[in-house]
């Protein structure tokens, strides 16, 4: 069964920081692994999808990698605001199979 | 606009009662989805569905039921049977071919009385 684990669990940045945000994963057969952003009461946001075969996909200060033979993948957000305060999750699908399985997610807080 | 919508945002129940939430979309998406999340934890799986009048269970699908008569709608039934039924419920749509991103709903918080 494939587990997924976001370290840490919540995160406190001055403005204009970047933002590191990590996931793990125990099974490396994976189809593809998707970000996303939650915002407090409100569904998912989908913010980057990235295929198995792909190495990193990138949008606007957004930019994430997938190491799979690691088991990683990692969440770059440049040069922070406090509109970025929001909780992000990660979560990976298997190959023949439609379900997600989810990382708890990392609270991030972006102080003005 | 194109997306997925459910309704009622929030709901209330009386322990014994069965209530059911409402996901539509209207994103030509095959493959439907329920999630269940609690404060804390990740997303769980409770069904979904890939076709209309077909469905599978996720991993926590125990006290719920749901239906897919039509292929933009996806309604979920939480029944008694579900012993803690209160948490953020939410829906989601895929496309069966292609990259399969998902895409959710603003989502149900149900509350137990």
């Known amino acids: 069964k494939q587990e997924v684990t976001q370290i840490p669990a919540a995160l406190s940045v001055p403005e204009g920081e970047n933002l590191v945000l990590n996931c793990s994963f125990t099974d490396s057969a994976i189809y593809n692994l998707q970000w996303f952003r939650q915002d407090p009461g409100k569904g998912l946001t989908s913010l980057l999808l990235?295929?198995?075969?792909?190495r990193e996909q990138t949008s606007g200060r957004l930019n994430a990698s997938l190491d799979k033979s690691s088991g990683r993948s990692t969440l770059y957000i440049a040069a922070s605001q406090p509109g970025d305060s929001a909780t992000y999750l990660c979560a990976v699908r298997s190959p023949n199979d439609y379900k997600l399985s989810f990382g708890a997610g990392t609270t991030v807080t972006v102080r003005a | 606009d194109g997306g997925i919508t459910q309704s009622p945002k929030y709901l209330f129940r009386k322990e014994g009662q069965n209530v059911t939430l409402s996901c539509e979309q209207n994103?030509?998406?095959?493959?439907m989805y329920w999630y269940r999340q609690d404060p804390g934890q990740g997303l769980r799986l409770i069904y979904y569905s890939q076709i209309v009048n077909d469905f599978q269970k996720g991993d926590i699908a125990e006290g719920y039921s749901v239906s897919r008569e039509k292929k933009e709608s996806f309604p979920l039934t939480v029944t008694s049977a579900q012993k803690n039924p209160t948490a953020f419920y939410l829906c989601a749509s895929s496309p069966r071919s292609g990259q399969n991103e998902q895409f959710f709903g603003p989502g149900t918080r149900l509350t137990v009385l």
């Open positions: 990235i295929q198995s075969s792909q």
């Open positions: 994103l030509n998406h095959d493959a």
